[in-house]
């Protein structure tokens, strides 16, 4: 079976990618022991590949990754997937035009998160990046659908790829697992230059159209022009 | 003599154990110089492994850990014990279920204890984890029982495995030194993230039915079924 | 062609440079995922070697260096030029005696841009550096000659080699690419020390004679007397 | 000669230990880019092993050492010695049991510094180092004995290791040049705990009988009995 086996070579280049971009958390001071997620989609299939649950950053590999169907079911791997699964899958059901999903309890946005407040769009990498405010999602328990329904009501039909849980954390999206942990890195940067910047003051807004201007342009413009 | 072949063996094992775990308070940024320290219980023994005093954490290995009676005397070793030995030995002896015990000066903890202040429970990973607040214990001095008395006090009948010691540190425990270490390092990442929220503002109150169904979940939902 | 051939020899050296100096930037924490540039003049050409756009740091070396010309068009390379290039070509046609520029969102400089407010002069490392304030330049959109005027007009005749862009982040300038990358350094630096001194009250000012006195020292006889 | 053998062989061993220590600075974020500097007496000889001037710490090694004489003059070594070397052959002179002195720029400390503000002892780890507040000194322009006579009138007769010269950084001091490196932590580690401490409140006093009581202990029974 022709299908088949093309999904099983891309399951297999995507357990390497994911367990890699895993990396990118720790380095980027986005987590601490084992609190933290990235999923790809599987193309073509309704798969997820995803973080074992509990296992910390060092010992992950192509190896101990697992793949989930898109109700968050194990479909293969040796070990249990996070628990965070099931709001990866409603995502990835809900948005098929998404590619990647990150979750993290980065410090800046979850403080943020914890006094439910949106962040104000007010450095121009944000405009770049967020093409507005990052968003706060509802306040939803772990166990059912809450926290991927709360992702997918607070982030339809808006630009920023994040969206502050309230009192949890940040989830983000993107075409591609490595944008979504893109995402993920500036999310937590804007929020601690934003905190910052507000502790002594009031940062200057930036006009309406300046920040049209500047989301339309990164989106178009910036970077190679490569495979994600 | 069977049993104290067994306990050598736990001591060897634990020796190198315990000198591991010690890796994860400078790498998590939990302490500087030398200060801050982990202990495991012997099982099936009235002894504890810990980290002798005033050595810096690049030079501790199984060879220099120190095996101490539960009156926190000198069993084995070629250092002296570290200085909150007593501490450590007083938790083993009165809450028999505790197999490890950790001590840092964390800076946002030590700040929450320095103003005598219980950290809220504002956060899913703080109720996760911590089941509620982490509590505030005493103003204790070192040199007898006062720190241990103060820190079996607090935590008896709490869900809270960390306690704020008032103008001193953090005292986490955990069944195994692995779990009080990684308590160690989820409450300076709380008490962090909870100082920053509250710079801005006031963070939201999670409902304590919430908060139980969370802690629930956590201690029995959450990782791998493996051994700790 | 003589003349090429030195020029030649510069840009192969310089690839090296600009692209070792790149290092600097996450070393220092002066920035996230490929968010900022460091570029170097071509001593007797009208060109630059600057960062390629959204590559990251651990992927920079000799060969993926930009070379552009003084209006920001590639000359040599595999890559688009940074985005931040015009801005960069802008200093170099004004500023001759510039060798170097950097581009950064460091945090707590990027927060000072973000209220619009210059960071006062009140440590003396900030006087031997600056000499003075680290002023604040106008909200300037990508895309055209504003940001580099910006640049150019709010530092010349300016002690400072650095400039708060606001709502943006900073620029700093050097005779070489090595001071200019030492000047992005200092700013995070001071921008930081200062912040966290305000936090708590009021820094004590530094008497304008006494800020003349250690600038003019510190241009003239710290460190060693070496080519740059 | 006997005694010149003996000191040039001081020199040899003193010239790594110092270039060694040196590597504590960044490890511990007391200094960015050159800015701070160790020096170690030494013994039997009115003589100094110091940091050469504006050399990065990467690059230090026993051969760029400086050797400087108790006026701060060069006396071996193909580099300029630290421009503070004035400061630290200041204390040699007139704290004859002194062995090591450190000045950085440390954050925390340096903002403390620049309200001129001591930082009071309201943490046990800060009565066992410190025995009480870290004291501030005069404001002092390099180039003359200003700020070596700030710092020997500030410490002399005070427990504290450790001065926050007023809008400029820290000085230590130690019996070994170890052990001012450990005042030179132990300052910005508890610089930055007593800050967050005090951002959300009031920290809590510690009685001064108990703060005496910490710092006799530490001062007598902490750590191994090995020569330093």
Not at 25 to 31: F, K
Not at 96 to 124: D, F, K, M, N, Q
Request: negative net charge; hydrophobic residues 40%; contains cysteine.
């Amino acid at each position: 079976m022709t299908i088949a086996q093309d999904v099983t070579s891309q399951i297999t280049r995507l357990r390497q990618h994911v367990a890699d971009l895993h990396r990118e958390l720790p380095r980027n001071a986005l987590v601490v022991w084992t609190a933290g997620n990235v999923s790809a989609r599987v193309p073509d299939a309704d798969l997820l590949v995803i973080k074992p649950s509990g296992v910390g950053y060092d010992e992950l590999s192509a190896d101990n990754m697992v793949v989930a169907d898109l109700d968050g079911n194990l479909v293969d791997g040796a070990y249990k997937p996070s628990s965070d699964t099931a709001a990866h899958a409603y995502v990835y059901r809900h948005m098929p035009h998404i590619g990647g999903v990150v979750h993290t309890h980065s410090t800046y946005a979850t403080a943020w998160s914890a006094r439910g407040e949106a962040i104000p769009c007010v450095l121009t990498a944000m405009a770049d990046e967020f093409g507005g405010e990052i968003p706060v999602g509802p306040f939803a328990l772990i166990g059912d659908d809450s926290i991927g329904r709360g992702i997918v009501e607070t982030l339809s039909g808006h630009r920023s790829p994040a969206v502050l849980m309230r009192s949890h954390g940040v989830f983000t999206i993107g075409r591609s697992a490595r944008d979504a942990v893109k995402a993920a890195v500036m999310c937590e940067d804007v929020a601690r230059t934003v905190h910052i910047a507000r502790q002594l003051g009031t940062p200057l807004p930036i006009e309406e159209h300046h920040i049209d201007a500047l989301y339309a342009r990164y989106q178009n413009v910036y970077g190679q022009s490569q495979p994600a």
